[in-house]
């Protein structure tokens, strides 16, 4: 099982950036995927997360993100993505996705992590 996230980079307060995390090794449907990141200094945390095995479309995000951020996931392509607008500084951080089998934000329920990729918001 691997996972390469990719879509990161640096952008200015209020501005949008798309995160991808391709799968391969697995079916993305089969895990529950989730967006975490981690800020300097800062525990990991889970920003969204998405299950489309028995419920098409369960969705769900940290309160900090809600109204702002989006994920989705196409089945087809085996990729997952988290969509981020009106981007603040504080959402500065490395950002990872991860697969587990559990519909949880807690980075102890899944199994499979990517490397990361860094969002800088000034």
């Known amino acids: 099982v691997q996972l390469v996230e990719s879509g990161g980079g640096s952008v200015q307060a209020g501005g949008s950036l798309r995160l991808s995390c391709s799968g391969s090794?697995?079916?993305?449907?089969?895990?529950?995927m989730g967006w975490f990141r981690q800020g300097p200094g800062k525990e990991r945390e889970g920003v969204a997360r998405?299950?489309?095995?028995?419920?098409?479309?369960?969705?769900d995000y940290a309160d900090s993100v809600k109204g702002r951020f989006t994920i989705s996931q196409d089945n087809a392509k085996n990729t997952v993505y988290l969509e981020m607008n009106s981007l603040k500084p504080e959402d500065t951080a490395m950002y990872y996705c991860?697969?587990?089998?559990?519909?949880?934000?807690?980075?102890?329920?899944?199994?499979?992590w990517g490397q990361g990729t860094q969002v800088t918001v000034s």
């Open positions: 991860a697969a587990g089998p559990r519909f949880t934000f807690s980075p102890s329920d899944y199994n499979y």
């Open positions: 090794g697995y079916t993305v449907s089969s895990y529950c």
């Open positions: 998405v299950y489309t095995g028995y419920y098409t479309g369960l969705t």
